[in-house]
Nanobody, 121 residues
């Protein structure tokens, strides 16, 4: 069993930045961030494999950066140029083994509790 603990959420003004962090209690191969905007379904944000391969959702337009520290079992999400539409609960997710469907929330083994990010206009 791997536990994921997120931190870093909060209120930020449009155009600002925020950094989310997630600490895993064990080794994982894929670590990812998803988000769930108010009234909408959970959506993929970014994922990074243990071998450093990474992927981003197309709508991000280069504003977010995912990074992980394998030695510490942590993953971070640096969010820049935030927009009100980025308001969501952000979830950290992890999968023990590789999956090519890293943008599919159903393949993940473990989830964090979520952290709220609110972007004011």
């Amino acid at each position: 069993q791997v536990q994921l603990v997120e931190s870093g959420g909060g209120l930020v003004q449009a155009g600002g930045s925020r950094r989310l962090s997630c600490a895993a209690s064990g080794n994982t191969y894929v670590m990812a961030w998803f988000r769930q905007p108010p009234g909408k379904a959970r959506e993929f944000v970014a994922a990074q494999m243990r071998n450093s391969d990474l992927s981003y959702a197309g709508y991000l337009e280069g504003r977010f950066t995912i990074s992980r520290d394998n030695a510490k079992n942590t993953v971070s999400l640096q969010m820049n140029s935030l927009k009100p539409e980025d308001t969501a609960v952000y979830f950290c997710a992890a999968r023990v083994l590789f999956s090519a469907r890293f943008n599919d929330p159903d393949v993940y083994d473990y989830w964090g509790q979520g952290t709220q990010v609110t972007v004011s206009s």
